[in-house]
């Protein structure tokens, strides 16, 4: 194993006095599996080491979606596994879009605007299948290995090109494999959800795909009944002993341009050779991933980690539909859209702390979209509230609701529909953290305030002083418990946060509202939380007594950090909440033990907050880091991301929280231009269960406290080595001022550590994720 002690420079000089690099610098670095025969150069990058040794890889075939290699880009995804029910003669390569949908709203957002499959290619060879040895290279997002059948062996490659949208697949085989090929079966154009529920009366499949030539490019067209279709289109190009299959998939509305523009991406594309089309997609990727740096001594845990950064750059782009229930690669499911009331929310969490603000979707739709979220309310209310329904497709449009349909946002107080009114405040919080962690203030003032406040006002038109003086919401819906309930924790917890939001937003804004006295009003004189015995309630008439999967009644803890244990009793209060709702299984689902890892990290209990990772990795995860419920759900392991970010470092309450939540395991750990509340950027380095220092970068010149661990008196530096001034505000916190662009750096007093990069020693090995040939 390589010696862990020459590592990516941050500063030289023995001083701190020779200045810091803006970038780190490939040394050689430790690894947790080692290659026979890898070279000084293949380890001497840091950001290499840790992909290298996350790469997914499968020895044995995998059978379904959720053991397979996937490939994306945001909008075109492929799921790869053996066909069904012939699993010696071929292999899947699911061809689906985010982009591609119906559009009915008669029949609501599960049927009439539903995500549609698109169809997939299955790669048939001469003989039967007899093994595989694959590999998922995250660093260039891209599948290489070989499948083995009985006359011969096909080495190929394959990648969703990032910038394209093609996916390109090279076959090289050998002598006795030269006559395999591919087959297209175009999908049905149904929503998947008339496999789960019954069809709304009325409502029927679209017309079969019609497939023809045109100039040598095959293409399967699928006219919708509403108009417009999409299209999918192909080539193979023979290049010596390669073949290389091209596939783009386009989808148009109501006009007819989809096949028009799959066939010029594909005649474009494959004037090119595989080569070529992959040079220009890795170069994306490799920026990508050099964004931010993590490292920790749990090798599966590390490995699942790069995992979900590679995942959600495959599944999510700024200009790409906010992720649906399954990302770009849909499969058989009863949730063909997008969900608001926690999917899309932890889908998007960990862009923040891994510095990956590009993959922004929620913010660009709700600002893009904000039209159709007035529509989504009551007649009454439209001209000065806005809500968005439990489920959208990618224009946050919900057609026809009903409980076969699609969910409508309600009115409170009503049933039907099902008075589920807070999710567009949830998501809201979403657009708030993005401009926090980056203090760009078009975000506030052109998304957050204007869409904040009306989506605030709608609560204002319910809210009724009760006779306890109080002010009091009639019943509404507490996902996904079930039964209303006056006083509902899930919106009286996101009304609080709006409005202490909206207040601060003014001020920053230089805003005199008109409705901040009502704001105001609203924080002194709403009705306390409804708690029991056990902790929070679902609301007044309804305690919290059965399993149930989802922390609704709890998001003034997490993630509003509305409530955060500052006194003994409020700490007290969390910890009996949590309990009694992780006590009770039956309902509980992955996103639960995410929930309560990131709570246990905001309590500082960093061995529950691992305890509860541990628990999600062995119930629910699967082989390829997927997650499944009644369908394929991509949000649970994406929100695992987020609950490591929050032991590694929290920043609510402006005050940035380094290494808060560690656990005793995780003596040693590396992060690297970890974004923050407040637009910096944080590197540090814990050694031996000792922080060794600490570095932050300012984006914005916002103010600055930081807790950074370091036991006893501290010096404090800029990137020249100079000591700064800094205020101590005891419990190990200084606050410091930044002006945009500059950085400090906190050591212990008189010490000199190396400021470096590199990953850390793992404590153990761990066996690959994928289908490894055995466990170890």
């Given at each position: 194993?390589p010696?862990?002690?020459r590592?990516?420079?941050l500063?030289t000089g023995?001083a701190?006095?020779g200045?810091l690099l803006?970038?780190?610098?490939?040394a050689?670095?430790?690894?947790?599996?080692?290659?026979?025969?890898q070279?000084?150069?293949q380890?001497a990058?840091?950001w290499?080491?840790?992909?290298d040794?996350?790469?997914?890889?499968?020895q044995r075939m995998?059978?379904t979606w959720?053991?397979?290699?996937?490939?994306?880009?945001?909008?075109?995804?492929s799921?790869?596994?053996?066909?069904?029910g012939?699993?010696t003669?071929?292999?899947?390569f699911n061809v689906?879009?985010?982009e591609?949908q119906?559009h009915r709203?008669?029949?609501?957002s599960?049927?009439?605007?539903a995500?549609?499959?698109?169809?997939?290619?299955?790669?048939?060879?001469?003989?039967?299948?007899?093994?595989l040895d694959?590999r998922?290279g995250?660093r260039?997002a891209?599948?290489?290995g070989?499948l083995t059948t009985?006359?011969?062996?096909?080495?190929?490659?394959?990648l969703?090109?990032?910038?394209r949208?093609?996916?390109?697949?090279?076959?090289?085989p050998s002598?006795?494999?030269?006559?395999?090929?591919w087959?297209?079966?175009?999908?049905d154009a149904?929503s998947?959800?008339a496999?789960f529920?019954?069809?709304?009366?009325?409502y029927?499949?679209?017309?079969?795909a019609q497939?023809?030539?045109?100039d040598?490019i095959?293409a399967?067209?699928?006219?919708?009944?509403?108009?417009?279709g999409h299209?999918t289109?192909?080539?193979e190009?023979a290049?010596g002993?390669?073949?290389?299959?091209?596939?783009h998939?386009?989808h148009?509305?109501?006009g007819s341009?989809?096949?028009g523009?799959?066939?010029k991406e594909?005649?474009?594309?494959s004037q090119l050779?595989y080569?070529?089309?992959?040079?220009?997609h890795?170069?994306?990727?490799?920026?990508y991933?050099r964004?931010?740096?993590?490292?920790?001594?749990?090798?599966?845990?590390?490995r699942?980690?790069w995992i979900?950064l590679?995942?959600?750059?495959?599944?999510?782009?700024r200009?790409a539909?906010?992720?649906?229930?399954c990302g770009?690669w849909?499969?058989?499911?009863p949730?063909?859209?997008t969900?608001?009331?926690?999917?899309?929310?932890?889908?998007y969490?960990?862009?923040?702390?891994?510095?990956?603000l590009?993959l922004?979707?929620v913010?660009?739709?709700l600002?893009?979209f904000?039209?159709?979220?007035a529509?989504?309310t009551?007649?009454?209310y439209?001209?000065d509230?806005?809500?968005?329904?439990?489920?959208?497709?990618p224009?946050?449009?919900n057609?026809?609701?009903?409980?076969?349909?699609g969910?409508g946002v309600?009115?409170?107080?009503?049933?039907p529909?099902?008075?589920?009114?807070?999710?567009?405040?949830?998501?809201l919080?979403?657009?708030?953290?993005?401009y926090?962690?980056?203090?760009?203030?078009r975000?506030?003032?052109?998304?957050?305030?204007?869409?904040?406040?009306?989506?605030?006002?709608?609560?204002?038109?319910?809210?009724?002083?009760?006779p306890?003086g109080r002010?009091?919401?009639?019943?509404?819906f507490?996902?996904?418990?079930g039964?209303?309930?006056?006083?509902c924790?899930y919106?009286?917890?996101?009304?609080?946060?709006g409005c202490?939001?909206?207040l601060?937003?003014?001020?920053l804004?230089?805003?005199?509202d008109?409705l901040?006295?009502?704001?105001?009003?609203?924080?002194?004189?709403?009705?306390?939380?409804?708690?029991?015995?056990n902790?929070f309630?679902?609301?007044?008439?309804?305690p919290f007594a059965?399993s149930h999967r989802?922390?609704?009644?709890?998001l003034a803890?997490y993630?509003?950090?509305?409530?955060?244990g500052r006194?003994p009793?409020?700490r007290?209060?969390?910890e009996r909440?949590?309990?009694?709702?992780?006590?009770f299984?039956?309902?509980?689902?992955g996103?639960t033990?995410?929930?309560a890892?990131?709570?246990?990290a905001?309590?500082?209990?960093?061995?529950?907050?691992?305890k509860y990772?541990?628990?999600?990795?062995a119930?629910?995860?699967?082989?390829?880091t997927?997650?499944?419920e009644?369908?394929?759900?991509i949000?649970?392991?994406l929100?695992?991301a987020?609950s490591l970010?929050?032991?590694v470092c929290?920043?609510w309450?402006?005050?940035?929280?380094?290494?808060p939540?560690?656990p005793?395991?995780?003596?040693?750990?590396?992060?690297h231009?970890?974004?923050?509340?407040g637009?910096?950027?944080l590197?540090?380095?814990r050694?031996?269960?000792?922080?060794?220092?600490?570095r932050?970068?300012s984006?914005?010149g916002?103010?600055?406290?930081?807790?950074?661990?370091?036991?006893g008196p501290?010096?404090v530096?800029?990137e020249?080595?100079r000591?700064?001034?800094?205020?101590?505000?005891?419990?190990?916190?200084?606050q410091?001022?930044l002006?945009k662009?500059?950085?400090a750096?906190v050591t212990?007093?008189?010490?000199?550590?190396?400021?470096?990069?590199?990953p850390?020693?793992?404590n153990?090995?761990?066996p690959?994720?994928?289908?490894?040939?055995t466990d170890?």
């Amino acid at each position: 194993m390589p010696s862990p002690s020459r590592r990516t420079v941050l500063a030289t000089g023995s001083a701190l006095g020779g200045g810091l690099l803006a970038q780190a610098v490939p040394a050689q670095a430790a690894t947790s599996e080692q290659t026979a025969g890898q070279t000084t150069e293949q380890t001497a990058d840091p950001w290499r080491t840790v992909l290298d040794d996350a790469d997914l890889v499968w020895q044995r075939m995998p059978a379904t979606w959720y053991e397979g290699p996937y490939l994306g880009n945001g909008f075109l995804g492929s799921g790869i596994y053996a066909e069904p029910g012939a699993e010696t003669s071929a292999v899947r390569f699911n061809v689906q879009h985010s982009e591609v949908q119906d559009h009915r709203p008669e029949f609501g957002s599960l049927f009439g605007l539903a995500r549609l499959p698109v169809g997939y290619f299955t790669l048939e060879p001469v003989g039967a299948i007899t093994g595989l040895d694959w590999r998922l290279g995250l660093r260039d997002a891209e599948l290489t290995g070989t499948l083995t059948t009985d006359r011969g062996t096909l080495a190929l490659r394959a990648l969703v090109h990032n910038d394209r949208s093609v996916l390109a697949v090279e076959v090289t085989p050998s002598e006795g494999e030269r006559g395999f090929r591919w087959v297209f079966h175009p999908a049905d154009a149904i929503s998947p959800r008339a496999a789960f529920k019954p069809l709304p009366e009325g409502y029927e499949g679209n017309a079969p795909a019609q497939v023809a030539e045109y100039d040598g490019i095959r293409a399967s067209v699928q006219p919708l009944l509403a108009g417009g279709g999409h299209a999918t289109a192909w080539r193979e190009r023979a290049r010596g002993t390669s073949r290389t299959l091209y596939v783009h998939v386009a989808h148009s509305y109501p006009g007819s341009t989809a096949l028009g523009r799959a066939l010029k991406e594909v005649r474009g594309a494959s004037q090119l050779p595989y080569s070529a089309l992959a040079s220009t997609h890795r170069a994306w990727w490799h920026a990508y991933y050099r964004k931010s740096f993590l490292s920790l001594p749990d090798a599966r845990v590390q490995r699942f980690y790069w995992i979900q950064l590679y995942k959600t750059a495959s599944a999510a782009r700024r200009d790409a539909p906010v992720m649906a229930t399954c990302g770009p690669w849909l499969e058989s499911t009863p949730w063909p859209n997008t969900w608001w009331n926690l999917n899309v929310q932890l889908e998007y969490w960990l862009i923040h702390g891994s510095n990956h603000l590009e993959l922004d979707a929620v913010t660009r739709a709700l600002s893009e979209f904000r039209d159709n979220l007035a529509k989504e309310t009551a007649q009454p209310y439209r001209a000065d509230s806005l809500g968005i329904p439990r489920t959208t497709d990618p224009h946050l449009v919900n057609g026809a609701a009903g409980t076969l349909t699609g969910y409508g946002v309600g009115i409170p107080g009503q049933d039907p529909p099902t008075p589920e009114v807070g999710n567009l405040t949830w998501a809201l919080h979403n657009v708030w953290l993005s401009y926090r962690h980056t203090m760009d203030i078009r975000i506030l003032r052109e998304v957050l305030f204007p869409l904040l406040r009306k989506a605030i006002t709608y609560y204002l038109h319910f809210l009724e002083p009760g006779p306890d003086g109080r002010l009091h919401l009639p019943a509404t819906f507490s996902p996904e418990y079930g039964g209303n309930s006056r006083d509902c924790n899930y919106d009286l917890m996101l009304l609080t946060w709006g409005c202490r939001t909206l207040l601060d937003s003014a001020e920053l804004l230089g805003v005199d509202d008109e409705l901040a006295p009502r704001w105001r009003e609203v924080l002194a004189r709403r009705v306390a939380y409804p708690t029991d015995a056990n902790g929070f309630m679902i609301g007044a008439d309804i305690p919290f007594a059965k399993s149930h999967r989802h922390y609704s009644h709890l998001l003034a803890v997490y993630p509003l950090y509305e409530l955060t244990g500052r006194t003994p009793d409020e700490r007290a209060l969390i910890e009996r909440s949590l309990a009694h709702w992780v006590g009770f299984e039956g309902a509980l689902q992955g996103y639960t033990f995410t929930g309560a890892a990131s709570m246990s990290a905001l309590l500082g209990k960093g061995e529950d907050a691992l305890k509860y990772l541990g628990e999600l990795m062995a119930r629910f995860i699967q082989p390829n880091t997927m997650y499944k419920e009644s369908g394929p759900v991509i949000e649970t392991p994406l929100s695992a991301a987020q609950s490591l970010h929050d032991m590694v470092c929290q920043s609510w309450g402006g005050t940035i929280r380094v290494f808060p939540a560690l656990p005793a395991a995780w003596a040693d750990l590396t992060v690297h231009n970890f974004r923050t509340q407040g637009a910096f950027l944080l590197s540090a380095v814990r050694e031996g269960g000792v922080t060794r220092w600490v570095r932050l970068v300012s984006e914005a010149g916002a103010p600055c406290a930081v807790r950074h661990g370091i036991a006893g008196p501290v010096d404090v530096r800029d990137e020249r080595g100079r000591r700064l001034r800094y205020r101590d505000l005891g419990e190990g916190t200084v606050q410091l001022a930044l002006r945009k662009g500059e950085s400090a750096i906190v050591t212990a007093r008189g010490e000199r550590p190396d400021l470096t990069i590199a990953p850390v020693r793992p404590n153990a090995e761990a066996p690959r994720w994928g289908l490894p040939r055995t466990d170890h």
